[in-house]
């Protein structure tokens, strides 16, 4: 028997999980037996991002719950069990299982559920709503024989269920009772706008209407009858008309529930039995629920607190309900008291048709204070606006200033972060103040990532971004700290700077850019950035006398030192297609050399153990075959790896390999801060991993999806969706616009995917500059690549066709040889290199081809 | 033993290495403007003969080549690794004859 406290939290969801986390947290785990039961068939995952899934169609992806986390900590979690009974004297809670818990302090984290109103027909088949990933897979395998989809309810989450059955392909309705979407958080002038611009994306809005009863279709599954008349047909209906807390098991056991719903709780989330604590969405706290995720959260840790004896004293005091985000790439926030309810409130409005933007603050009677704000189409000021109504920080004299447009191109209204009080809740998904931001960067973190990391703030919705970086500066401003950024001694200057020193200056030489802006003679992080940078702006043949001694090792002999002094040699085959008689003759290259020869990761060949003077040989003989440098050894484009697509694939909906092939050629040999990856897939099968590419395209039946700054490597990431169904010339528009884009910003050696996680505003960010041309740079953008592809060529065939360079390439300058220690061993009918041991032990050793 | 020549300045890009085979020894051989250095071509981090292909760098004032296997810096002058003071590797006396490049290694 042990006398640890039972502690028993039913409902494994986002909040039930976090409860257990600041058990964990505080480090007195040990001092209870934790039991955690949820009905779904897995632990807890981020239902906040549940619209995700769509991405990679796995589960996994949303996962809350660390590898190991249970286990280390001691936790029992059960899934696929749901609790129907407690017996509230005996402390012990039932399942359907027929298994039986006691517990000490009962956890009720049961959520809510989707409300479905009872119309006649709501229960047909192909109705479901929108809650958990087992609905999105139903709607998923429903929406594939289906043509059009319909939503009922157009508040948030019902356009966020109609952004997902419109990326399924649908023709996709949404049906509201009320007059205009959003109703609770936007007022009337946001909802028309907010109506205009989900109808620019292809969505029928249908407000004002009154669902009476679902019966058969004439060309559909279903036809919906509305109260004035109008009719409505579709294939699949997404109920999303409101949520109902989960508070059955309370109802079962007797503890008060409200009126309409909700288990009431006290400041501690203590129920009506003081034993038992209700959290999350199924909690009642001062009349209200709380529908969002950071309320919930606040609601864990205080019950965390209370049953670990009210060390911290917290008390959970009501939320602000104030939100943010992106409904189908429109931005739309809601501030405070978005409707002007508060007695003598005055409203400011600024309305730009043109750009579709929308803007409202709500102040008080005297002007003071802001009360609310509603912002749609364009959202950047969320987090000023914000933390101007949370801590009643005095309004500037003219508060219009907030919101309109700025004419002169000077920067808006900013908020001094200097203005904020230390206990300003600076991101409320994880309740961090200014004061934990600041005590973070006096403890050592110097980046957004290092806080991201040690103060979790910036990690969940990401509204409170730009404001986390202005703390940080502001914070490291104060403490004097320079960050040093320089390249390297030789210049006091980025990566980005350099560039544009190149650019601007006309500099084309190494020698010229020492001269004018470095000191000392370079090394190996200055003269191989400068080579990138020279090579990107102008393009010339690297191995020029001039550039040759900047070059890296691989670039300077224009193939990959292997770890024995050899080369592996990879020419291109754009798309991963090559005929049987390129084949052939890369292998013949490869026996008469007697090259290792292996597939890559990349979808072409590579050939192992050659040496420096027998490159060019190897060159010429690949070169009259056809064949072209892969450049591999550049941080230049890598490969551009394609499925088989339309051509030959049952599923396939656009020919994959030849945009493959298109786009591998457009860019090949564009030198870039570091080496860039492509794939192209025929359709969302995905066969050739295009999300895990800088670049990656897949098919669709109206065009390309583009995905940006995706990686594989040491830490993987997912490309982002950038643009839906775009045709080819847009593709390549903004492709070429976000390389160069790349070319031009990014630090040494910062792939895609860390330099847009760099990028102040993000995703959002580069679409403005991409495809908005916010930087009015887009056509400067396009100029330098087009130089760059107009002045393409082969380096290994420039190069073999010159004796000089060709020279540069003996073993030896005085002695036509081999280098001698070079040898190898016999593995699997091919060579490697042989080893220090074997190469003393002698015995077998293969000499250089 | 004598001074040995190797091949003609304009044989070495400015600012590069090339490797020499002297009777069995290998030899790096750096063109710095019009001055000449040698070291031992083996990198003793790999064990690969590669040292004449790194790239020649100024740090802090001391000019060294870059290995290009894993990058460590080894002085022209002497032959010290600068990132692990236990490591040196062997220098050779170098000079330019007219527009010759002559080594001499002393055994
Ligand atoms: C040959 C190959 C492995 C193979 O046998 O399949 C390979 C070999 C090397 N990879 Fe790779 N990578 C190869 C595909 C990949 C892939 C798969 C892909 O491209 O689909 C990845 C993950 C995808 C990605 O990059 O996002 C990959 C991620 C890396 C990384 C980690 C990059 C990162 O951002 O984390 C490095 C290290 C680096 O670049 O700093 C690396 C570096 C290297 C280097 C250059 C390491 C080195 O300096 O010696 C290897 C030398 C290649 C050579 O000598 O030819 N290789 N490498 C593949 C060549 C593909 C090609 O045809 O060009
Ligand atoms: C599509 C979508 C988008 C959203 N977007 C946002 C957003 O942008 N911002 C935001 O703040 N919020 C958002 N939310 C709301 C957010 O997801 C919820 O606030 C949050 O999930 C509430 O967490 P919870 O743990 O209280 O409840 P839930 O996530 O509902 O978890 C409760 C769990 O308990 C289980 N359970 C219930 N009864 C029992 C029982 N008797 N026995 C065993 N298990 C039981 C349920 O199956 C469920 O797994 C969104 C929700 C959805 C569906
Ligand atoms: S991605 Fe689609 S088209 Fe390409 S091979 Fe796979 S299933 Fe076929
Ligand atoms: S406010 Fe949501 S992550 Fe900070």
Redo the contacts between chains.
């Keep these: 028997m042990t006398d640890k406290q039972r502690l028993l939290i039913v409902g494994n969801g986002p909040v039930g999980h976090q409860f257990i986390e600041s058990i964990v947290e505080s480090g007195q785990s040990d001092q209870f037996d934790i039991t955690v039961i949820g009905e779904e068939p897995r632990h807890a995952y981020d239902r906040v991002h549940l619209t995700a899934w769509f991405e990679t169609r796995e589960a996994a992806s949303l996962n809350m719950v660390k590898e190991g986390f249970y286990q280390d900590n001691g936790i029992t979690a059960l899934s696929n069990e749901k609790v129907i009974t407690i017996d509230r004297d005996a402390k012990i809670a039932s399942t359907d299982k027929g298994q039986q818990y006691a517990y000490d302090k009962l956890i009720l984290s049961t959520g809510s559920f989707p409300f479905v109103p009872p119309v006649p027909g709501h229960d047909r088949k192909n109705c479901f709503v929108y809650r958990t990933i087992e609905d999105l897979e139903a709607i998923t395998a429903a929406a594939a024989n289906a043509k059009v989809g319909a939503v009922v309810g157009g508040g948030l989450l019902g356009l966020e269920a109609a952004k997902a059955i419109k990326d399924l392909g649908l023709k996709t309705h949404v049906i509201e009772f009320a007059p205009r979407l959003m109703a609770v958080q936007v007022d009337e002038g946001g909802g028309a706008l907010l109506r205009r611009k989900i109808e620019d994306l292809g969505v029928s809005v249908h407000t004002q209407k009154n669902t009476q009863q679902i019966i058969d279709g004439d060309e559909c599954v279903h036809k919906l009858q509305f109260a004035d008349g109008a009719e409505l047909e579709t294939d699949i209906l997404v109920f999303s008309a409101g949520i109902r807390p989960q508070d059955a098991l309370a109802r079962q056991c007797e503890l008060d529930v409200g009126e309409r719903g909700g288990i009431v709780i006290n400041d501690s989330c203590q129920t009506s039995d003081p034993a038992i604590y209700a959290i999350g969405e199924c909690a009642l706290w001062g009349g209200r629920i709380y529908g969002l995720i950071a309320p919930g959260w606040d609601m864990a840790r205080v019950a965390a607190d209370h049953v670990l004896g009210g060390i911290e004293q917290k008390t959970f005091t009501g939320a602000d309900m104030s939100t943010k985000l992106k409904l189908m790439g429109v931005d739309v926030a809601s501030i405070g008291d978005a409707h002007a309810t508060t007695a003598g409130a005055k409203c400011y409005t600024f309305i730009d048709e043109k750009a579709e933007v929308y803007k409202k603050i709500v102040v008080t009677n005297d002007g003071q204070h802001l009360l609310g704000a509603v912002l749609i189409g364009e959202a950047n000021d969320y987090g000023t606006l914000l933390q101007f109504a949370l801590n009643k920080i005095t309004l500037p004299e003219q508060p219009e200033g907030m919101i309109l447009p700025s004419l002169d191109g000077s920067a808006g209204v900013g908020l001094g972060v200097d203005a904020l009080p230390d206990v300003a809740q600076i991101c409320s998904c994880n309740n961090v103040s200014k004061g934990d931001l600041c005590a973070a960067v006096q403890g050592g973190a110097m980046t957004v990532g290092d806080l991201k990391a040690c103060t979790k703030a910036a990690t969940t919705c990401g509204g409170c971004t730009a404001l986390v970086g202005q703390v940080l500066n502001a914070e490291l401003t104060k403490m004097g700290v320079e960050v040093n950024t320089d390249l390297c001694e030789h210049f006091p200057y980025t990566r980005q700077e350099i560039y544009h020193l190149v650019r601007v200056g006309e500099i084309k030489s190494f020698d010229e850019l020492l001269e004018k802006h470095g000191s000392g003679h370079g090394c190996e992080i200055c003269k191989p950035t400068a080579a990138s940078i020279l090579a990107s702006c102008w393009n010339d043949y690297i191995l020029e006398p001039k550039h040759a001694s900047l070059q890296d090792t691989n670039d300077r002999f224009l193939a990959n030192m292997q770890k024995n002094g050899t080369y592996s040699v990879v020419p291109r085959m754009a798309g991963g297609e090559v005929t049987p008689d390129g084949l052939i003759a890369v292998g013949q290259v490869a026996k008469k050399y007697n090259l290792y020869t292996k597939i890559t990761g990349g979808q072409r060949v590579d050939l192992f153990g050659a040496t420096l003077d027998q490159l060019p040989r190897i060159w010429e003989e690949l070169i009259s075959a056809g064949f072209e440098s892969g450049h591999a050894y550049g941080k230049s484009l890598r490969t551009v790896k394609s499925c088989v697509g339309s051509t030959w694939c049952r599923y396939g909906v656009q020919d994959s390999v030849g945009k493959a092939i298109d786009l591998e050629n457009r860019y090949k040999g564009l030198r870039s801060p570091h080496k860039l990856k492509m794939a192209v897939s025929g359709c969302t099968r995905e066969c050739a991993e295009a999300q895990s590419k800088d670049v990656g395209v897949i098919a669709t039946e109206k065009g390309w999806n583009l995905y940006l700054c995706g990686n594989g490597g040491m830490k993987p990431r997912h490309a982002d969706l950038f643009a839906s169904d775009i045709d080819t010339d847009t593709m390549i528009k903004y492709i070429d616009r976000f390389l160069m884009f790349y070319v031009r910003t990014a630090d040494r050696l910062q792939r895609t995917s860390v330099w847009m996680e760099n990028l102040e505003g993000g995703l959002n960010y580069l679409r403005k500059v991409i495809i908005d041309d916010s930087l009015g740079i887009c056509a400067d953008l396009e100029a330098e690549m087009e130089h760059v592809v107009d002045t393409y060529q082969c380096e290994w065939k420039t190069t073999v066709e010159n004796p000089e360079k060709v020279k540069q390439f003996r073993s030896f300058v005085n002695a036509d040889k081999s280098d001698k220690e070079i040898v190898f061993i016999q593995e699997r009918g091919q060579i490697r290199p042989a080893s220090e041991a074997e190469k003393i032990a002698d015995t077998d050793l293969i000499a250089v081809a | 033993m004598s001074w040995t020549t190797?091949?003609k300045l304009d044989?070495?890009?400015?600012?590069?290495g090339?490797?020499?085979?002297i009777d069995e020894t290998?030899v790096a051989?750096f063109r710095?403007n019009d001055a000449i250095y040698a070291l031992a071509n083996k990198d003793p981090f790999?064990?690969?003969?590669?040292l004449s292909?790194?790239?020649?760098?100024?740090?802090?004032?001391t000019?060294v080549v870059?290995s290009?296997?894993y990058?460590q810096h080894f002085s022209l002058e002497a032959g010290k690794c600068l990132e692990d003071d236990s490591v040196s590797i062997a220098s050779y006396e170098a000079r330019t004859e007219g527009d010759s490049v002559q080594i001499r290694i002393s055994h």
């Design positions: 190797i091949c044989d070495i890009l400015p600012n590069t090339v490797a020499a085979l290998q051989i710095v790999s064990n690969a003969n590669v292909r790194g790239i020649v760098c100024s740090i802090q004032g000019l870059a290009p296997i990058k």
